[in-house]
């Protein structure tokens, strides 16, 4: 029991490195789906104004029912959008926008470890 509390600086590092990397497979498996989420309802959102004028078309002009879908499609014409704190749009454009960032942080990361280990073996 003793042994398994002391760990050499190599497997604790080891085993961190796989957390954060979890860690962040985690994280972008949440992010991917909030953005995917977001991004179906706003095309949803689209379709619902045309299916309201044919369903209005349907019913006698001047009841209640097709001021009603009248006024719901008039609503729907202007369809959601979501926000991250009024920045920018969340659709898949951010996913791929995200990607890129991630993508750069990690080759940045990268080159300093190599450059640090280049150093080190000279």
Known sequence: MLDMLCLNEESYTDKRQ???FF???MQMGGTTGVILCCHST???AKKLAPNCMKLRDSFETGSREYKRL???SMIFKYHPKFLAA?????????????????TTYL????Q???????????
């Open 18 to 20: 796989v957390a954060n």
């Open 23 to 25: 860690l962040l497979i």
């Open 42 to 44: 706003v095309e949803e």
């Open 70 to 72: 009248q006024h719901l």
């Open 86 to 102: 009024g920045f920018f749009t969340v659709d898949r454009n951010s996913l791929l926008g995200i990607m890129s960032i991630v």
């Open 107 to 110: 080759i940045i990361i990268l």
């Open 112 to 122: 300093w470890y190599y450059n640090g280990a280049h150093k080190q073996s000279e």
